[in-house]
Structure formats: structure tokens, C-alpha cells
């Protein structure tokens, strides 16, 4: 089964800067998808950036970035100049690619980081 | 377009009630889900459907029940509501499996059994 950890479970940021998200996970799979989404007060997930493990090139959106090692099972999110409205909880989250076992149709979330964003 | 739409926001059951949570989607998305976030946590899934018709457990299925009778619709059904079922439920959808691969969240239901 697969495991995605957080280990920063809260981080603060000013606004403007730039802040780094760690995510750790582990599989025994190679390919699979990695997923950050944010999560507002508002409770809504919104997606904010995906990466496809058979793709080395990091994944970005606008002012969201991904350093994605796979050998090291690693997949940080990287928010540059940080806004008030980035402020919220962000999961981390693995997809297998191919169906083993219904494997592939759940989300495997990590415990989320709580970002503040400091005016 | 609405997307997944989930009713109602909010509830609160005392233990041994039953309810329905409700899920809609309006992208004819084949796969839909059922996810609990409890405090501090992420999301586990509860149960999926590939399709009208059928359905699957996924980790945490003990005391709900869903069905899924057209592609739009994937109710939860909690039966003897207890205090452990306490929780955040959230529904998504995704086109199919091999597509995109990004599921499309509703709001949420926070439901609290005392």
C-alpha cells in the first residue's frame, strides 16, 4: 500500500516570499500520479498542480511549482510570491497510473500542511 | 455547469439516526467517490462507482452503503449513525481513469452524531 507523509504540518510565510512545501511518499509502483490540493476555510479542494511520474520535467501553474525526485521519492510544492489568499491547508496526494486491485481509482492523502501567509 | 454538487452543508444526528448524504455531478464523469476527512487529517476514501450500476468499497466502508443508479447521482447512506462517523464528508468525480486523472471535489458535508 501507499503512504504519502507531510512532516511540516504547519509553516508560515510573508507575503510576497516564497515558501516550500515538503512531501514525502512511498510506492513500489513506477508510474502513478502526485497531487497537490489546497483546501480553503471555505473546505472546498481545489487542485492546484499535478505531476506524472513517467514525466521528469517538474510540473508548474503560474506561481506553483513542483520539485518532483522520483528516486527519492520526494515531491515539494513551491509557492513564490506568496499572497494572503495561498493562506489554507495543502495536501499532498499519490494516484496509481494502472489498476491493480481498484488501486487506481482512490487518493492516498498525506495529513496536509496548514500555510499562514503574514502581510 | 455546477460540477459536483453535495447537500446538505450541514447536519447533526444523534447516534442510532440514519441519513443520506447526496452527491451530484453535471460532466456525465463516469468514476464518482466518497471521501471522510476527520481533524487533522487528510482524506480516506469510503466507497467508489465506475459506473451506474456498480460500485466498490474503498478503505473505510464500515457503516455506510451507497448506490448508483444513474451516472449524476452517488448517494451515501449512513444507517445507525455513531459518534465515530463524525466527520467531513466529501464527494468527487472524474471523467475515467485513465484521462485526466484529476478529481473534481463538491463543497462538503460536515456532519457531527451526538
Known amino acids: 500500500a501507499q503512504t504519502v507523509t507531510q512532516s511540516q504540518p504547519e509553516m508560515s510565510v510573508q507575503e510576497a516570499e516564497t515558501v516550500t512545501l515538503s512531501c514525502t511518499y512511498d510506492?513500489?509502483?513506477?508510474?502513478?500520479?502526485l497531487f497537490w490540493y489546497k483546501q480553503p476555510p471555505s473546505r472546498q479542494m481545489i487542485l492546484v498542480i499535478r505531476?506524472?511520474?513517467?514525466?521528469?520535467q517538474n510540473a508548474t501553474e503560474n506561481r506553483f511549482s513542483v520539485n518532483f525526485q522520483k528516486a527519492a521519492k520526494s515531491f515539494s510544492l513551491k509557492i513564490s510570491d506568496s499572497q494572503l489568499g495561498d493562506a489554507a491547508m495543502y495536501f499532498c496526494?499519490?494516484?496509481?497510473?494502472?489498476?491493480?486491485?481498484?488501486?487506481?481509482?482512490?487518493?492516498?492523502f498525506g495529513k496536509g500542511t496548514l500555510l499562514t501567509v503574514n502581510p | 455547469n455546477a460540477g459536483v454538487t453535495q447537500t446538505p452543508k450541514f447536519r447533526i444526528l444523534k447516534i442510532g439516526q440514519s441519513m443520506t448524504l447526496q452527491c451530484t455531478q453535471d460532466?456525465?464523469?463516469?468514476?464518482m467517490y466518497w471521501y471522510r476527512q476527520d481533524p487533522g487529517m487528510g482524506l480516506k476514501l469510503i466507497y467508489y462507482?465506475?459506473?451506474?450500476?456498480?460500485?466498490d468499497k474503498g478503505e473505510v466502508p464500515n457503516g455506510y452503503n451507497v448506490s448508483r443508479s444513474t451516472t449524476e447521482d452517488f448517494p451515501l447512506r449512513l444507517e445507525l449513525a455513531a459518534p465515530s462517523q463524525t466527520s467531513v464528508y466529501f464527494c468527487?468525480?472524474?471523467?475515467?481513469?485513465?484521462?485526466?486523472?484529476?478529481?473534481?471535489f463538491g463543497p462538503g458535508t460536515r456532519l457531527t452524531v451526538l
Open positions: 468527487a468525480s472524474t471523467k475515467d481513469r485513465g484521462g485526466t486523472d484529476t478529481q473534481y
Open positions: 510506492t513500489s509502483e513506477s508510474d502513478y500520479y
Open positions: 505531476q506524472e511520474a513517467y514525466k521528469q
Open positions: 496526494a499519490y494516484r496509481s497510473r494502472f489498476n491493480s486491485g481498484g488501486s487506481n481509482y482512490k487518493l492516498t
Open positions: 460532466m456525465n464523469h463516469n468514476y
Open positions: 462507482s465506475v459506473g451506474a450500476g456498480i460500485t
